[in-house]
Structures are given as C-alpha cells and as structure tokens.
C-alpha cells in the first residue's frame, strides 16, 4: 500500500442505494482529493480539502456529497447515482506547504464503483 | 491557459530496448510537471516532477524526464525497458496557485518479450 488506503476496493450498488467510499492518508499530509477516472478521459478533479476545509469543488453534481472529518479522513457520500458515475474513484492526499499541494500527491489504489 | 497533451495512446516496445513517452504542454505561467505512472487496478504513482530546478529530472526505477522550454516538452525517457514498465503513464501539468492539476488522456505501454 502507497500510505493511502481506500476501501471498498469494489462496489456495485443499485440507483436508489446510499454508500459511502471511505479514504485514509497516514502520512501526515493536510490535503486530501477525490478524482475520478472514467474510461478514456482524463482524470477529473470533484473535491479538495485543506486543513479538513473544502477548498475546490469542481461543479460536481450533488449526489455526491464529501466529508472530511480530520486531515486522515475523507469520506465521498453517494446518493441517487445514474450508470454514468461508474468509474474508478481515487483519493489522494499531499502536504500543503501554502503552494497548495504543487509538490505531487500520493494516490489510493481507488474504489471501482459500478452503479447498475 | 493550460493544457497538457499526450502525444501516443499506446507505445510499443521490446524489453531491453529505450522508451520514450511524449508530452507537450502549454502553459502562461513556469509550470511544475509530472510523470505518474498507474499499474492495473492500482492507484497512481509519482514517477517524477519537475518544479523549476534542474531541468534533466531523475525518477524511480530508472526513469527520466527532460522540461525543454523552448519545445514545450516533458518527455519520459529510459535506457532499458522491464517488462514490470508495463503500465499507463500520465503527464500532468500543474496550475500555480490553485490545487488543480491538469492531466494528460495517458499513454499504454506495452513491453514485448
């Protein structure tokens, strides 16, 4: 494991269902990122949090909804999905030295989530 | 604005023989560039960056990467390739002062026996 860890590593879930994808960094970094990577796209920027505070969000529908309890959490609350959100979804996480994270990330190994 | 593209979906190549990925960027401002590397079923992983130091910049497991200002490129390079090399590989260009990275459509590398 990369120092972030993503469970579930699989998830299918039906289109009325509620789930939640969880994300745990323990390298000590205070930022932390959901990405989503579809097939033949680059990879999508949703959300950004800094110090626990959500800095970018990047006109992501509301059904999915994230939450950041601490700088070793991030969790991505789904709700009411339509087939089109199936994707990998990633976490990552990086230090914010006040150059907002410019020096990498470190990537989960993602939840593969299947809505049918 | 900024823009980052990959120049080959896929590349092809014997083992023991060099690999040359292709990125060129765009960019109004002195970017930070980086290679990420993806395995299947497996996240990504930071190959190398560059961040306006040295312009030759050394990564992991014997990989390199040249920024050339005036071609506006950040090409991947190594002199040998293992058949472990076998993975995606993304370009990505940063967005000073935001959190955003752009990242490029990704290039599939395949290592033949």
């Known amino acids: 494991e990369t120092g972030v860890t993503q469970t579930p590593r699989h998830l299918v879930m039906g289109m009325t269902n509620k789930k939640s994808l969880k994300c745990e960094q323990h390298?000590?970094?205070?930022?932390m990122y959901w990405y989503k990577q579809s097939a033949k796209k680059p990879l999508e920027l949703m959300f950004v949090?800094?110090?626990?505070?959500?800095?970018e969000n990047n006109s992501v529908p509301s059904r999915f909804s994230p939450e950041c309890p601490n700088s070793s959490h991030l969790f991505l609350h789904l709700h009411t999905l339509q087939p089109e959100d199936s994707a990998l979804y990633l976490c990552?996480?990086?230090?914010?030295?006040?150059?907002?994270?410019?020096?990498?990330?470190?990537f989960g190994s993602g939840t593969r989530l299947t809505v049918v | 604005a900024q823009s980052v593209t990959q120049l080959d979906s896929h590349v092809s190549v014997s083992e023991g023989t060099p690999v040359l990925l292709r990125c060129n960027y765009s960019?109004?401002?002195?970017?930070?560039l980086f290679w990420y590397v993806q395995h299947p079923n497996k996240g990504l992983q930071l190959l190398l960056k560059y961040t306006s130091a040295a312009t030759l910049v050394k990564g992991i497991n014997g990989f390199e990467a040249e920024f050339k200002k005036s071609e506006t490129s950040f090409h991947l390079t190594k002199p040998s390739a293992h058949m472990s090399d076998a993975a995606e590989y993304f370009c990505?260009?940063?967005?000073?002062?935001?959190?955003?990275?752009?990242f490029g459509t990704g290039t599939r590398l395949k290592v033949l026996a």
């Open positions: 990505v260009v940063s967005i000073p002062g935001t959190y955003k990275y752009i």
């Open positions: 949090y800094s110090l626990e505070e959500r800095v």
């Open positions: 960019s109004s401002y002195s970017p930070s």
């Open positions: 390298l000590g970094h205070n930022a």
């Open positions: 990552a996480s990086s230090q914010d030295n006040g150059d907002r994270g410019q020096g990498g990330y470190t």
